[in-house]
T-cell receptor
Framework: ETGVTQSPTHLIKTRGQQVTLRCSSQSGHNTVSWYQQALGQGPQFIFQYYREEENGRGNFPPRFSGLQFPNYSSELNVNALELDDSALYLC???????????????FGPGTRLTVL | KQEVTQIPAALSVPEGENLVLNCSFTDSAIYNLQWFRQDPGKGLTSLLLIQSSQREQTSGRLNASLDKSSGRSTLYIAASQPGDSATYLCAAETSGSRLTFGEGTQLTVNP
């Protein structure tokens, strides 16, 4: 158990719909990152939030957006869902922010999103 | 742009065998190199983190080494057990807690 929780566990949506995924960080962690993991591939970095502000984004379109709240929980929102958005979405929390990371990142169990 | 490659993609060994998983990365300016384990359909469990200034880390039957100059890391698993069966992912951190992952090595340890 890492102390990072995600909800829901599984989700089925249709093309064009919108989805919100949630992540509760480990206590004391002020940085959360989101990753997309397609079947059979390694996770791909979507974006990161540090103290409620976006702190970097990977190669994902603007329809992927996020929020981080004062209690450091986080949301990932995806608009206009496409079939290729089907994946396992992972969040990870750590104490590091803009400084060099000396701590490992703690991953949640993920949300499996299926887009039909 | 950092790229991480893992070899082999899949590995099947008998129980008790010692084995090595390989990871290579293109940008040597990393902060650290991490190894994770992933069970089917599950999240990632951190196994070992090697800081850029370190050469290796050990935890139980696991030993990970890092050679920044050659862009390589290896994960050594001693006396493998069926419970070690999982996908092993390496990830390089190059800036601000952002990880670039390889595609993983799927390990099967047969009883």
């Amino acid at each position: 158990e890492t102390g990072v929780t995600q909800s829901p566990t599984h989700l089925i949506k249709t093309r064009g719909q919108q989805v919100t995924l949630r992540c509760s960080s480990q206590s004391g962690h002020n940085t959360v990152s989101w990753y997309q993991q397609a079947l059979g591939q390694g996770p791909q970095f979507i974006f990161q939030y540090y103290r409620e502000e976006e702190n970097g984004r990977g190669n994902f379109p603007p329809r992927f957006s996020g929020l981080q709240f004062p209690n450091y929980s986080s949301e990932l929102n995806v608009n206009a869902l496409e079939l290729d958005d089907s994946a396992l979405y992972l969040c990870a929390s750590t104490r590091a922010g803009t400084s060099v990371s000396t701590d490992t990142q703690y991953f949640g169990p993920g949300t499996r999103l299926t887009v039909l | 742009k950092q790229e991480v490659t893992q070899i082999p993609a899949a590995l099947s060994v008998p129980e008790g065998e010692n084995l090595v998983l390989n990871c290579s990365f293109t940008d040597s300016a990393i902060y650290n190199l991490q190894w994770f384990r992933q069970d089917p359909g599950k999240g990632l469990t951190s196994l070992l983190l090697i800081q850029s200034s370190q050469r290796e880390q050990t935890s139980g039957r696991l030993n990970a080494s890092l050679d920044k100059s050659s862009g390589r890391s290896t994960l050594y698993i001693a006396a493998s057990q069926p419970g070690d069966s999982a996908t092993y992912l390496c990830a390089a951190e190059t800036s601000g807690s952002r990880l670039t992952f390889g595609e993983g090595t799927q390990l099967t340890v047969n009883p």
